[in-house]
Every structure is written in structure tokens, then in C-alpha cells.
Nanobody, 123 residues
Framework: QVQLVESGGGLVQPGGSLRLSCTASGVIFSIDVMGWYRQAPGKQRELVATITSGGSTNYADSGKGRFTISSDNAKNTVYLQMSSLKSEDTAVYYC?????????????????WGQGTVVTVSS
């Protein structure tokens, strides 16, 4: 079964950096889009950044100039490099991957969410 595993969250001081990783595993035929979303306490989940299989990126205004999304297609992995972190970046970060993979009844399209990783920016 295809699934996502995230890593890299933690506690960081304001102005610091963190790198998040998310790897898709299972029998995967192709990956369409990989991205990161976040949900702060009491708020709705919001887009952080996305990257297509062709390398096109899209960023929310909140992260432009501070966050960089990248991917390693050979490893089915997407990264989010975050720098100049602010307290308002504190949230649970989720990766999302849209892919074609093998499920229980054959190949199909999946829209997968990771389990979430907590990022806390605090002094």
C-alpha cells in the first residue's frame, strides 16, 4: 500500500532553520504533485508550497523568500527547507502527494496526506 512518512519537525528559535522531509513508499507508477501544508492551532489548514514532477514550484506569500521546496524524484521524496523562521510559522506541517500507485485492487490515483510533523518556533 502506498503511504507517506514525514520527518524533520521540532523546536527552533526565531530566525532559525529546519528541513522537513516526506517520502512516498509502496508501488508507485508516477507522481504528479508534491506539496506542504500547515495548520496552526485554531486555524484552517493552508498551503505552504507545491512542486510538480516537472519542477514547477508555487509558494504561499507567507513563505516566499524564506521557504524552499524541492524534490528528489528518484527517492520519491519532497523537502521543505525553512529559514528565518517566525513564531507565526508554528504549526503542524503536512505533506501531500498526488500519485498513481498500486492499491489493493490495482493501480489508481491517490491523494495522500502525511501524518503531520510539529514545528514550534519559540525562544
Amino acid at each position: 500500500q502506498v503511504q507517506l512518512v514525514e520527518s524533520g519537525g521540532g523546536l527552533v528559535q526565531p530566525g532559525g532553520s529546519l528541513r522537513l522531509s516526506c517520502t512516498a513508499s509502496g508501488v508507485i507508477f508516477s507522481i504528479d504533485v508534491m506539496g506542504w501544508y500547515r495548520q496552526a492551532p485554531g486555524k484552517q489548514r493552508e498551503l505552504v508550497a507545491t512542486i510538480t514532477s516537472g519542477g514547477s514550484t508555487n509558494y504561499a506569500d507567507s513563505g516566499k523568500g524564506r521557504f524552499t521546496i524541492s524534490s528528489d524524484n528518484a527517492k520519491n521524496t519532497v523537502y521543505l527547507q525553512m529559514s528565518s523562521l517566525k513564531s507565526e510559522d508554528t504549526a503542524v506541517y503536512y505533506c501531500k502527494v498526488d500519485l498513481v500507485g498500486r492499491g489493493e485492487t490495482g493501480y489508481r490515483y491517490f491523494e495522500l496526506w502525511g501524518q503531520g510533523t510539529v514545528v514550534t518556533v519559540s525562544s
